[in-house]
């Protein structure tokens, strides 16, 4: 878009967090993660990854905590 002004119809900066909503939104049925004969779609992608954020908040976890998580690559890990 060269030589066009910024503006909040043409541009919205997005984080990981909005970019996977709006994934969700526009993108829904569509496939998101691929691991062998596993697939999800955009919208199963945002609510396991609302689960594990809900889980992760239960357990104490909060902003600015550190932490990591060390395990295989499987899908179910996606």
Same mark, same amino acid.
């Given at each position: 878009?060269?030589?066009?002004?910024?503006?909040?119809? /043409?541009?919205?900066?997005?984080?990981?967090?909005?970019?996977?909503?709006? @994934? !969700? +939104?526009?993108?829904?049925?569509?496939?998101?993660?691929?691991?062998?004969?596993?697939?999800? /779609?955009?919208?199963?992608?945002?609510?396991?990854?609302?689960?594990?954020? @809900? !889980? +992760?908040?239960?357990?104490?976890?909060?902003?600015?905590?550190?932490?990591?998580?060390?395990?295989?690559?499987?899908?179910?890990?996606?």
């Amino acid at each position: 878009m060269e030589g066009m002004i910024r503006c909040s119809v /043409n541009h919205v900066p997005l984080s990981p967090i909005s970019f996977l909503k709006r @994934s !969700a +939104i526009v993108y829904r049925e569509r496939v998101a993660v691929v691991y062998g004969h596993v697939e999800f /779609n955009w919208g199963e992608t945002l609510e396991r990854c609302t689960r594990l954020a @809900s !889980a +992760i908040t239960q357990l104490g976890i909060s902003r600015g905590d550190v932490g990591c998580c060390i395990g295989p690559k499987y899908s179910s890990n996606v």
